[in-house]
């Protein structure tokens, strides 16, 4: 679905945010009806409150929405969002006029469109298997916001979610590659395809023996874009459902293997925030897209394989393949020398037990790197926390028989030994890997329960640093 602000009209009603702690302040500018409608529907502006103000009470805003406390919105991703999801269906304008009590004076213009941005992604629905689409709260874009900036970023969200959300049995491999080629032709973007048998012919050996035992042919997508400036290549898991393999999951564990595809989707929003907004750079994406199937052509436990790079991985369990189709993918970007590689997947159990759903984890091989990607995190309310590429953890990733292990013993640092493997692919670029869950377990304000981007936002808000645009 498309996101974007409505145009203003007659029938547009202004919305007044107020904070919790000025509720009383402002109040007293208003009429004894009013207050004692405020009083009668027991509104105190706490955080995803909303009220309807009747005309006959000559107020200047036709309707209120909470705004919390400090305390309240420092726990609180987008208040704004949490009552605009709560107001009934009509079109909305922010008052940004001073006034005792409104939340918006104090906001700068780049925290005004971190609201309005969320605002957006609330009216988002994932409406492809139900008939008609629901009615949404609009809001019209208020002055001192890069409107056009913000809708780019909702749709990117939405992209990402709408890939996720969708079900395996209309969103494999091919159907990724769909997608891609959709984006592409939007953005005039040109494609590369590497299948089936043509991955061993182009030596990518790994991404073929992931996917060769599902009926649905493995493949490499490759999209690039622009001609000049510096170099950015993103790598994107694209498993597009996961059974654990002969490593076979337990059915509890494989409900939710349509999202196994998230590193494809979040980098697919990345690239379209990044051609939406026309910067400055040459972009490659790299999608090994791929079902993890159960055949007889499937891969076994203890088997030993080539990869692209020359290094032979043991195989200790067939249900750890993300790290094997990126790293072909990942040494394959690094040939080309990019200024910096981008890795994206929803590789690891671990990294979900370490920081939960909310927060996406990262790797950078540069401190400095990391520290800009942080700021802009905050920036863009898009959390992320960063991990260690711990060098004393290599042993652990090296068995005995071959040059690599795909899943250490012990359940130690998962999330790590995971990331140090994928490095041994990433030459000597430049390198941030997202070890992401994808997914929003339980609705909150401008995130539904579903598929979720985690970290797109901050990467983009810090590209033009980490490249020097």
């Known amino acids: ?115 309005c941005l969320g605002w957006l992604l ?22 001192g916001i890069q409107s056009q900036r913000v809708e780019h970023l909702a749709n990117a969200e939405a992209l990402t979610r709408d890939l996720i959300n969708t079900p395996a049995n209309d969103m494999g491999p091919a159907e990724l590659q769909l997608a891609a080629e959709a984006l592409a032709e939007e953005f005039e973007a040109s494609i590369g395809l590497t299948t089936g048998e043509e991955l061993l012919d182009e030596n990518l050996p ?50 939710l293997m349509k999202k196994d595809m998230g590193g494809a989707a979040n980098v697919l929003g990345l690239a379209r925030m990044i051609m939406s907004a026309n910067l400055p750079l040459q972009l490659r994406v790299l999608i090994p897209a791929v079902e993890n199937a159960v055949a007889g052509e499937a891969f076994r436990p203890g088997d030993v394989l080539p990869s692209r790079k020359g290094l032979t991985v043991e195989i200790n369990n067939t249900d750890a393949e993300g790290r094997l189709v990126l790293a072909d993918a990942l040494t394959l970007g690094s040939e080309d020398k990019p200024d910096l590689m981008i890795s994206m997947a929803t590789l690891t159990g671990a990294a979900r037990v370490a920081v939960g759903p909310d927060l996406a984890p990262f790797y950078a091989s540069e401190d400095a790197d990391a520290l800009t990607l942080t700021q802009s995190a905050a920036k863009q309310a898009d959390p992320v926390w960063r991990m260690p590429f711990h060098d004393a953890y290599e042993a652990m990733i090296e068995p005995g028989i071959a040059d690599l292990d795909n ?11 995971a990331a140090l493997f994928l490095r041994r692919f990433a030459g000597e670029s430049r390198y941030i890997h997202f070890d992401i869950y994808g997914w929003t377990p339980s609705a909150a304000p401008a995130r539904p329960k579903g598929g979720a981007g985690q970290g797109c936002r901050a990467l983009f808000e810090a590209l033009p640093q980490l490249l020097d645009l």
């Not at 510096?230 to 509890?252: A, E, I, R, S, Y």
């Not at 899943?407 to 030994?417: L, N, V, Y």
């Open 407 to 417: 899943a250490p013993s012990g359940g130690f640092a998962g999330s790590i030994t």
């Open 1 to 115: 679905m498309t996101l974007r602000f409505a145009e203003p009209s007659s029938a547009t009603q202004k919305l007044l945010v107020i904070k919790q702690d000025f509720l009383a302040e402002w109040l007293e500018t208003q009429s004894q009806e009013c207050k004692d409608w405020v009083a009668t529907n027991g509104f105190k502006a706490s955080i995803g409150e909303v009220l309807l103000l009747p005309q006959a009470l000559g107020a200047e805003v036709q309707a209120l929405a909470g705004f919390g406390t400090a305390a309240a919105r420092r726990r609180q991703r987008f208040p704004l969002a949490a009552a605009a999801q709560k107001l009934p269906a009509a079109c909305y304008a922010l008052q940004l006029a001073p006034c005792p009590g409104n939340a918006l004076d104090a906001l700068s213009a780049e925290e005004l469109q971190v609201e």
């Open 122 to 143: 609330s009216q988002y629905k994932f409406t492809r298997y139900k008939g008609k689409k629901p009615a949404v709260p609009e809001l019209t874009a208020p002055d």
């Open 206 to 255: 790994l991404i073929h023996t992931v996917g060769r035992a599902s009926t649905r042919t493995p493949r490499l997508i490759d999209m690039r874009w622009g001609s000049a400036g510096p170099k950015l290549t993103l790598v994107g898991k694209g498993v597009c459902f996961d059974t654990g393999g002969l490593n076979l999951k337990p059915g509890g564990s494989m409900g």
